[in-house]
């Protein structure tokens, strides 16, 4: 706006965007101060970082809870290249984390917005006092609220490398304690059937070494003579010998121990190769919180936690401290004809409530205006029904002088009727 004295400057279209996110009047800051321009410019600025901060915050948090389980350490480079690890990038799960934090960036930003446009300006002066604060503080407390959920997922980000190769030395320990205990679940069963194997098998082996005697007796009982008697007899003995070997190994009961064992061994095995993916279940979002934390201590976490308090806390601090500018007046001027114009009246403080304090009378003039029309609308149609009812009634008493038969008679047909 242009003036003698002073000529306000022309707006840019990033000024507006800022100047929107604030919840400020564009026609009021195009006439006002450069000041006040710039005022808003920056506590839009807060806003919109803000929920650009939150946004990537909520979608790294949806990756780190949904993206597919892996050993925190997927793969190393190798001993020439640069120190260091890199992770593979699930596509499904990375499109789906940028939709949500673009979702939750707008959800945080408007209320950002909705906090920072209701937070009154105080009483014009730098103090804030202990009326304004108790005033503000459920602004304050959405506010933390919103910062502690924006300042976790980047704190976890920010340690990452030193968090990844903490959780990969706890999946390695969680994984070596999951194949102890699979171990022990299973070695019972296998030794109880061990057992049972091992008395047969103790039979075979007792008969295979009878059989080998045997069959080194009909050797040499062959060599020096030929086959008499006795080398016959020591055959006889080792086919028997044999036949009771091949038994044993037939044996339904020997057999079936020896499928139950089989059986046994292969559900450890498979429960041993389900190690991993349960270790690797140990990556997510609470665990690396709590790493986090172990990792950078209390004074740094708590530090990263202030900083992000610090950002979204000071628009509305800072509203509170603002002196009242050429904004703020004209703001108010435009309110008041607006009301003005719509013919609503405001007494201040007119009465007292019952505790004490001041409070506003509104005055609807308009709608007083228009209840008094109305009243006096009803208050004459009540009063030319009371009049039509008394010119009937003289009219109708006129009519029973002239022939009160027919009155009669018809009062008597009305009253049939109403019997029938």
Request: overall charge neutral; hydrophobic content about 40%; proline content about 2%.
């Amino acid at each position: 706006m242009s003036r003698e004295f002073y000529q306000s400057p022309r707006s840019t279209w990033l000024m507006r965007l800022f100047w929107k996110a604030a919840g400020a009047d564009r026609y009021i800051l195009e006439r006002t101060t450069y000041g006040d321009q710039v005022k808003y410019l920056c506590l839009g600025g807060i806003i919109i970082a803000t929920g650009m901060m939150a946004g990537l915050a909520g979608g790294y948090a949806f990756y780190t809870i949904f993206e597919p389980r892996g050993n925190a350490i997927n793969s190393f480079k190798t001993a020439g290249d640069i120190a260091g690890t890199y992770d593979a990038i699930d596509i499904p799960t990375m499109i789906k984390a940028v939709i949500f934090g673009f979702i939750w960036g707008l959800i945080i930003f408007n209320i950002d917005r909705f906090i920072i446009s209701s937070t009154g300006k105080g009483d014009g002066t730098e103090d804030i006092t202990k009326k304004e604060f108790m005033g503000a503080l459920p602004r304050l407390l959405m506010g933390a609220i919103i910062a502690l959920t924006i300042s976790k997922p980047l704190e976890i980000r920010m340690f990452k490398t030193e968090i990844d190769i903490k959780l990969h030395e706890k999946q390695i320990e969680q994984q070596q304690a999951y194949k102890a205990k699979t171990d022990s679940v299973f070695n019972s069963e296998l030794a109880s059937k061990d057992k049972e194997i091992e008395k047969i098998e103790n039979d075979i082996a007792d008969k295979k070494n009878r059989h080998k005697i045997l069959e080194q007796n009909y050797i040499e009982e062959a060599r020096l003579i030929t086959v008499g008697p006795r080398a016959l007899a020591v055959k006889a003995q080792m086919e028997s010998v044999a036949a009771e070997i091949k038994e044993l190994e037939n044996n339904p009961d020997f057999l079936r121990v020896k499928k139950e064992k089989e059986a046994i061994e292969k559900k450890r095995e498979d429960a041993l190769s389900q190690s991993e993916k349960y270790a690797s279940g140990l990556d997510g979002l609470l665990e690396r919180i709590k790493i986090s934390h172990e990792i950078s201590g209390t004074v740094i976490s708590l530090f990263i936690t202030l900083l992000f308090m610090a950002i979204e806390l000071t628009p509305i601090f800072f509203k509170l401290m603002l002196i009242k500018s050429p904004y703020d007046y004209m703001e108010e001027n435009i309110k008041e004809l607006i009301k003005a114009e719509n013919g609503i009246e405001t007494q201040y403080n007119y009465y007292q409530d019952k505790e004490g304090r001041e409070r506003d009378k509104i005055v609807q003039h308009q709608v007083i205006r228009l209840l008094k029309e109305k009243i006096s609308l009803l208050e004459a149609q009540s009063q030319l029904s009371d009049e039509a009812l008394h010119h009937w009634k003289e009219k109708k008493k006129q009519d029973i002088r002239k022939n009160p038969e027919l009155y009669v008679n018809e009062q008597q047909q009305q009253n049939g009727h109403e019997k029938g």
